[in-house]
Nanobody, 124 residues
Framework: QVQLVESGGGSVQTGGSLRLSCAASGRTFSVYAMGWFRQAPGKERELVAAISGNGPYTYYADSVKGRFTTSRDNAKSTVSLQMNSLKPEDTAVYYC?????????????????WGRGTQVTVSS
């Protein structure tokens, strides 16, 4: 059984930073791409960052490019999302998700396993 557990959410002011982590268990971690999604109230879940299996490739949504960085530690089966220069519009529940293979995917339906999410709140 695959389990993904996020940690590191919280409340910060505009311009602040947070680091989210996601610990995975249940299958060979390095094989699978990982994604970070977020969902704000009344909005669809959107992909903000992804990293390929073994981690040579990354993707960032335009809205977070230059501010967010994702990385993975395959030895520890963890993936992280460093969020800098946070804005109120970054407020959402953030989820990590594990893909179906090594390649990054953009749609939530293309990710097989999900964490429960962690709240990020950015106040102005």
């Amino acid at each position: 059984q695959v389990q993904l557990v996020e940690s590191g959410g919280g409340s910060v002011q505009t311009g602040g930073s947070l680091r989210l982590s996601c610990a995975a268990s249940g299958r060979t971690f390095s094989v699978y791409a990982m994604g970070w999604f977020r969902q704000a109230p009344g909005k669809e879940r959107e992909l903000v960052a992804a990293i390929s299996g073994n981690g040579p490739y990354t993707y960032y949504a335009d809205s977070v490019k230059g501010r967010f960085t994702t990385s993975r530690d395959n030895a520890k089966s963890t993936v992280s999302l460093q969020m800098n220069s946070l804005k109120p519009e970054d407020t959402a529940v953030y989820y990590c998700a594990q893909g179906q293979g090594a390649g990054m995917r953009s749609k939530a339906t293309e990710y097989t396993y999900w964490g429960r999410g962690t709240q990020v709140t950015v106040s102005s």
